[in-house]
Nanobody, 121 residues
Framework: QVQLVESGGGLVQPGESLRLSCAAS????????MAWYRQAPGKERELVAR???????NYPDSVKGRFTISRDNAKNTVYLQMNSLKPEDTAVYYC???????????????WGKGTLVTVSS
């Protein structure tokens, strides 16, 4: 019904930048919010950034000032610009979208398959 396609992951050196993108498609009536989560080996999945339909954003202290989330509501696409990357940013990054489908009136969370970001010298 809804598909999320992520791209942009890869291997970079500390201090470099990377830009992730996630496009949602399918039976979408309205996107309420889009977010990026990450999960490192042996760690719990954590929120990296979140953006509402109106453009309000949230970041944990670990990425504030370095990461920027943005979205294109018309394209149902969310981006994550990651600057000044650190080794501790290494993780699988997952796109998350909270939306209303055309078949249900309740909001539902959808997850991407994840894209690996490795920060290493």
């Amino acid at each position: 019904q809804v598909q999320l396609v992520e791209s942009g992951g890869g291997l970079v050196q500390p201090g470099e930048s990377l830009r992730l993108s996630c496009a949602a498609s399918g039976s979408i009536f309205r996107v309420n919010a889009m977010a990026w989560y990450r999960q490192a080996p042996g760690k719990e999945r954590e929120l990296v950034a979140r953006i509402t339909r109106g453009g309000s954003t949230n970041y944990p202290d670990s990425v504030k000032g370095r990461f920027t989330i943005s979205r294109d509501n018309a394209k149902n696409t969310v981006y994550l610009q990651m600057n000044s990357l650190k080794p501790e940013d290494t993780a699988v990054y997952y796109c998350n979208v909270n939306l209303l489908t055309t078949t249900y009136s309740d909001a539902v969370d959808y997850w991407g398959k994840g894209t690996l970001v490795t920060v290493s010298s």
